[in-house]
């Protein structure tokens, strides 16, 4: 079993469209979060979930909407998809108190086009 | 603000070498994790080696170690060994806490090394 997965894993759409990527972790974990790697491959923190609270919101545009239904799953919606949002968005998740370790799913690569 | 530091864009290794990623980091924390990921092609993120900065003891994972500097802020692995597999972008990562963890703190990443095995 896959311990975080997102979907899809590949979303191509046009610009000005609305999309959501979902992730879900199966690790029993309370925080999750969105980060975002860009085109050189610098990976950023984006939001961070404690138990479907909302805990670090960085400079995202509030474009970028994150949700989380229960503390399994955090979805990201993002609305009128702009090109510089092309990039691979990675969702994670840990247990405080337990090493801090995050586990990553395998990305979602969205391009806007 | 903390910041991670990976002065080597690329290195490249002969299998079966042994091989030194350099980062540094700047915070003014005193309690914090410090973390190697590798990221092959296929993209998927994996956790290499952690450190606790509380700890003195440099953390070892099989054919991987790590030589942690506090008081230089730095941070860097050791793969010895190396195999086709290492083969992959390999990112040091930062995040702050308290030994007993807690919080929902994102990682501050470094820019990566991309890490050629040479057959």
């Known amino acids: 079993d896959t311990a975080v997965s997102q979907t899809p894993k590949y979303l191509v759409t046009q610009m000005g469209n609305d999309k959501s990527i979902k992730c879900e972790q199966n690790?029993?974990?309370?925080?999750m979060y969105w980060y975002k790697q860009d085109s050189k491959k610098f990976l950023k923190i984006m939001f961070s979930?404690?138990?479907?609270?909302?805990?670090i919101n960085e400079t995202v545009p509030n474009r970028f909407s994150p949700k989380s239904p229960d503390k399994a799953h955090l979805n990201l919606h993002i609305n009128s998809l702009e090109l510089g949002d092309s990039a691979v968005y990675f969702c994670?998740?840990?247990?405080?108190?337990?090493?801090?370790?995050?586990?990553f799913g395998a990305g979602t690569r969205l391009s806007v086009l | 603000a903390q910041t991670v530091t990976q002065s080597q864009p690329e290195m490249s290794v002969q299998e079966a070498e042994t091989v030194t990623l350099s980062c540094t980091y700047d915070?003014?924390?005193?309690?914090?994790?410090l973390f190697w990921y590798k990221q092959p092609p296929s993209r998927q993120m994996i956790l290499v080696i952690r450190?606790?900065?509380?700890?003195?003891q440099n953390a070892t994972e099989n054919r991987f170690s790590v030589n942690f500097q506090k008081a230089a802020k730095s941070f860097s692995l050791k793969i010895s060994d190396s195999q086709l597999g290492d083969a992959a972008m390999y990112f040091c990562?930062?995040?702050?806490?308290?030994?007993?963890?807690?919080?929902?703190?994102?990682?501050?990443f470094g820019k990566g090394t991309h890490l050629i095995i040479q057959p």
């Open positions: 994670a998740s840990s247990q405080p108190g337990t090493g801090d370790i995050q586990y």
């Open positions: 450190q606790e900065a509380y700890k003195q």
């Open positions: 979930y404690n138990n479907k609270e909302l805990i």
């Open positions: 915070t003014s924390e005193s309690d914090y994790y």
């Open positions: 690790l029993g974990h309370d925080t």
């Open positions: 990562a930062y995040r702050a806490g308290s030994p007993s963890g807690g919080g929902a703190d994102g990682l501050t």
